[in-house]
């Protein structure tokens, strides 16, 4: 099977990120995946997690630590106009040393890597008569696809998290019907690797706060102290079986959500203002979380052809997250 269509049109890519997103809320689903809009300055939590994958991507290419934790303090050398500069200082610290209590957590593993941030695009195909989509295809990137030490293959999922992560919270329930690793494993097969299971593993942000006269740098050996002292609090490995019966849900809802993403486009196409054809869910969990809140619960409208409002901009790609392709 073909696996990669490097001509294809991005908004055509399904990613499980594009997914959820229209699945909390159209609007800004249409903001952010129809128009491509998307805030100049990323989000803290965002920053973090892409630079925390950053420092696990090169890890696995046999990096170092000491070159990882180079990298990533390079990274935050300059402090933009933006950001407060204690706060960009103890990020920064944060960032270093839970990447050096990582490779010091996992320093034995004895997982073997076989392939690395590997990007996909496969088909997205009706469950009832197999034919692939002519509008969409399924895409994203995978973290790494691992050889356990019992010789299963197993997709690798990194996460940072900023709640409990013990084996007995609500965390691990809710990535049980997550859909992401379902797509992952099908992806993972249409390239040819036979995995079995779904390896998660996460990382803790950490609940220490700087003290009153303290530097971010006796921050940073106080957290690394911290995650010495009690490592299961920060780091957690644990596999998320896919059944075949899970795989073939996934496929049946994600072939119903493009079908009903054709039918809003289409009302969108005879509407003068597009935007009315996506509806909001304005709420508490899903504004708070949202880059477009402060345009959308304001009322300001955009559309092709209207000015960008100030701090955002248009990508070219919906999905720059797919740009490099791991080997």
């Known amino acids: 099977m073909n696996t990669t269509t490097a001509a ?24 952010r995946y129809e128009l491509g809009l998307a805030r100049v300055r990323q989000e803290a939590a965002r920053r973090f997690g892409s630079a925390y994958h950053h420092g696990m991507e090169r890890r696995n290419g046999g990096v170092s630590l000491v070159d990882v934790t180079t990298e990533a303090r390079a990274g935050y050398a300059t402090c933009p106009d933006w950001a407060e500069p204690t706060d960009w ?45 002519r509008a969409f295809l399924l ?19 990194y996460k940072t998290a900023g709640e409990d992560i013990s084996s007995d919270s609500e965390y691990w329930l809710r990535l049980r019907c997550d859909g992401q690793i379902s797509l992952y494993v099908i992806a993972a097969r249409a390239m040819g690797f036979d995995v079995a299971t779904v390896l998660y593993d996460v990382t803790r942000k950490p609940t220490i706060r700087l003290r009153q006269h303290e530097t971010p740098e006796q921050y940073g050996k106080r957290l690394l102290d911290d995650i010495g002292e009690r490592p299961d609090f920060y780091y957690a490995r644990r596999e998320v079986p896919r059944l075949e019966d899970d795989l073939a849900e996934y496929r049946a809802e994600v072939w119903q959500q493009a079908q009903q993403l054709l039918e809003v486009r289409r ?43 100030s701090g955002y901009q248009i990508l070219t790609d919906v999905n720059p997250e797919l740009e490099r392709q791991g080997a």
């Open 139 to 157: 895409a994203g990137k995978i973290d790494a696809i691992v050889k356990l030490p019992d010789g299963r293959l197993a997709v690798l999922e």
């Open 267 to 309: 009302r969108a196409d005879r509407l003068g203002d597009p935007s009315r054809a996506w509806f909001r869910n304005a709420g508490r969990f899903t504004c708070s979380y949202c880059d477009f809140a402060q345009v959308c619960l304001n009322g300001i409208r955009v559309a092709p052809g209207t000015s960008i409002p």
């Open 8 to 31: 294809s049109n991005p908004r055509s890519l399904l990613t499980s990120t594009r997914l959820t997103t229209l699945r909390a809320c159209p609007r800004r689903h249409y903001l």
């Open 89 to 133: 200082a103890v990020e920064c610290e944060t960032l270093a040393q839970l990447l050096a209590g990582y490779f010091w957590r996992y320093e034995n593993d004895n997982l073997e890597v076989l392939a690395a941030e590997r990007s996909f695009e496969i088909p997205l195909t009706n469950p009832d008569s197999g034919k692939p989509s």
